[in-house]
């Protein structure tokens, strides 16, 4: 009798150590290997050290961002909400205006990703997920307000416009080249330089 009774006890310790392993287990906090590099990203990183220089030079800020710090946080108010994302229990979440400044940053300048991720101090697959969130996130956000589709009313009155400057009637829009200086009504985004005028204007959504 004595013996099963030892037994019994030893049974119910190992699974109290048991229990106790796996609550440490599940309470000990997960460490994930991140580059001593970017580590230090908001010690040395261009968005936590030279970006909050610029802030102070409204030239400069402007050739940094090609906008001013008015026109950035006025976007940033804009896009915030949609690329803001929560935090973890392993890692806090990068910043609304970090994201934007990367993003943002790569379209002033196109310098590849890698380039983008060795300033910033973070990660190349960082950026590549942040740019093309970002972008479509401006588009979304601001095509009403600064490229809706034109209406029947605002075509009409760019078809007088070209007949009243150029004698041209019934004309919409002209297209001449890959750089057209001028003003934009409406756009369709993908066509490749190699492709000719025609070919573009015949695969787009205009047709």
Request: hydrophobic fraction near 40%; proline fraction near 4%; aromatic fraction near 12%.
């Amino acid at each position: 009798m004595a013996t099963v009774e030892l037994e019994l006890e030893e049974r119910v310790s190992l699974l109290y150590l048991l229990w106790r392993a796996e609550q440490r287990r599940k309470t000990r906090p997960r460490h994930t290997w991140v580059h001593q590099l970017l580590q230090r990203r908001e010690q040395f990183g261009e968005f936590h050290h030279l970006l909050q220089e610029l802030r102070l030079d409204d030239v400069r800020f402007q050739r940094y961002h090609r906008m001013t710090p008015g026109q950035f946080e006025d976007l940033l108010s804009r896009v915030g909400p949609r690329i803001a994302r929560r935090d973890t229990n392993y890692r806090r979440s990068m910043p609304p205006a970090e994201r934007l400044s990367i993003c943002l940053r790569f379209l002033a300048t196109g310098d590849s990703f890698r380039t983008i991720a060795y300033s910033f101090r973070v990660g190349v697959s960082t950026v590549s997920q942040i740019i093309p969130q970002v972008a479509t996130a401006i588009w979304d956000c601001l095509v009403d307000d600064f490229m809706a589709v034109p209406s029947t009313a605002d075509w009409r009155s760019i078809a007088e416009g070209f007949q009243e400057r150029w004698h041209f009637p019934l004309c919409c829009g002209a297209l001449d080249g890959k750089h057209v200086q001028y003003r934009f009504r409406i756009i369709d985004v993908g066509g490749y330089r190699r492709t000719s005028d025609g070919g573009i204007l015949a695969n787009s959504t205009f047709e």
